[in-house]
C-alpha cells in the first residue's frame, strides 16, 4: 500500500458512528488550527498596527474570513490527497480512497469536501445516506468518485 493503491472489491467499510468520531476528532483538531492561524495573523495586526477591533476594516475582515477558511479546508484537502487520512481518520482506521483503488486526485477532494458541505446542510442526509447504500457511501463518496475504508493500523 505504499503508493495508497488497494483492492476495493473486499474491503471493509466504516459505519456511522465511527465516521462521526473521526469528524469530531478532526473537528477539534481545525479548531485548535484555526485558532492558531487567527492569532499569528490577529496579534501582529492588532499590536504592530493597532488594529484592536477588526470589524471596524472590513479589508482585514474579509482577509482574515478568507484565510480562516483557507486553513479550515486546506487541513482536509492536504491530507486527503497526501496520504488519504486525516488525524481523526487515522485514529479512527478509516482510509479515502478513489474508486479505482488510488489516492484522491485535488480535483475530487474538492468536490468531496463541497459535497460534504451540501451533505450537512440536508440535516446530515447525506452522511446518512450509508445507511442505505448497499455500498454504504454518503453523497459525498458518491459525487466525488471516492470512498472510505477501514485499514490495518500497522500499514497506515
Known amino acids: 500500500m505504499n ?6 472489491e473486499n474491503a471493509a467499510v466504516p459505519g456511522l458512528f465511527r465516521r462521526l ?16 492561524a487567527f492569532t499569528l495573523v ?12 477588526i470589524k471596524d476594516y472590513p479589508l ?25 487520512q486525516t488525524l481523526g481518520m487515522r485514529a479512527w482506521r478509516i482510509m479515502l480512497f ?9 480535483k475530487q477532494a474538492i468536490v468531496r469536501y463541497a459535497m460534504a458541505i451540501v451533505s450537512l446542510a440536508a440535516l446530515g442526509l447525506g452522511f ?11 453523497w459525498h463518496d458518491i459525487v466525488s468518485g471516492t470512498r472510505l475504508v477501514l485499514v490495518d ?4
Do not use: C
Not at 503508493?3 to 476495493?8: A, D, I, P, S
Not at 473537528?27 to 484555526?34: C, E, G, H, K, Q
Not at 490577529?42 to 477591533?53: I, M, S
Not at 446518512?128 to 454518503?138: E, G, M, N, S, T
Open 3 to 8: 503508493e495508497n493503491t488497494l483492492n476495493l
Open 60 to 84: 482585514y475582515q474579509t482577509a482574515m474570513t478568507i484565510w480562516i477558511f483557507s486553513v479550515g479546508i486546506g487541513f482536509h484537502l492536504w491530507f486527503w490527497t497526501h496520504g488519504g
Open 153 to 156: 493500523p500497522n500499514k497506515t
Open 21 to 36: 468520531a473521526a469528524i469530531f476528532y478532526d473537528a477539534v483538531l481545525v479548531a485548535a488550527l484555526v485558532a492558531a
Open 98 to 106: 478513489s474508486d479505482d483503488g488510488r489516492s484522491p486526485s485535488l
Open 42 to 53: 490577529y496579534l501582529p495586526l492588532a499590536t504592530g498596527f493597532g488594529l484592536e477591533n
Open 128 to 138: 446518512l445516506w450509508i445507511l442505505v447504500d448497499p455500498q454504504k457511501r454518503a
